[in-house]
């Protein structure tokens, strides 16, 4: 089956893409959310309400405004080398493995490998972790062939970032790759090779 992505620097973005595609009648089942960041906050910052939210199985859908659909599933769960994000989707299962649930700190496995396996290639997956890892947000789905026109005309529309533009901004700030050992952004840090902020680019 066809896939789509796009990575957004805001989650209020990604969440009109994903209602967007829902609304288009692609199922919620054939779509993933991964975001670093909700109500204009990163994660961690709120990392102990989340990892409850998630565990009891409330806030997080209420605080991202979804009334329904897969926005209502929203979860925290930890990435290595992005850290706490809130997800949902068939990603996430693929991601999380044999672990189950959206439990803080029970991803198993790379987001590298869960992407590349999807279908995504290494070098987009590669762009697309490390801006989830840098605050942004990436929708995935699973599109039939006839709908594929469509659901891109939607990521265009919102828009998702030019993938090809911050891969060339990431590596003239000295980015390489995607690295999971690399840990947590954090913009604070005097690193400018790494903790370069992004342009919406």
Not at 20 to 39: C, F, M, N, Q, V
Not at 130 to 150: D, H, K, M, N, T
């Amino acid at each position: 089956m066809p896939m789509i992505a796009g990575v957004f620097d805001d989650y209020y973005d990604a969440k009109l893409a994903v209602e967007l595609l829902e609304d288009a009648g692609i199922a919620p089942k054939d779509i993933s959310i991964i975001s670093r960041t909700l109500d204009g906050r990163r994660i961690d910052e709120g990392e102990n309400q989340t990892a409850a939210d998630a565990t009891t199985g409330s806030g997080i859908g209420a605080a991202a405004g979804a009334a329904g659909g897969l926005l209502a599933g929203l979860g925290a769960i930890a990435i290595p080398g992005i850290g706490p994000v809130v997800a949902a989707g068939w990603l996430i299962t693929t991601l999380i493995g044999a672990a189950g649930g959206a439990v803080l700190g029970g991803a198993t496995g790379g987001i590298i490998g869960a992407l590349t396996g999807s279908g995504i290639s290494e070098e987009d997956a590669n762009v697309y972790a490390e801006s989830v890892r840098r605050g942004g947000a990436l929708v995935i789905a699973r599109v039939g062939q006839a709908q594929l026109p469509l659901a891109n005309e939607i990521l265009d529309r919102v828009p998702r970032i030019d993938v090809a533009a911050r891969r060339t901004f990431y590596h003239q700030s000295g980015w390489d790759q995607f690295d999971e050992r690399r840990g947590v952004y954090d913009p604070p840090d005097r690193d400018p090779i790494h903790y370069a902020p992004p342009p919406r680019v």
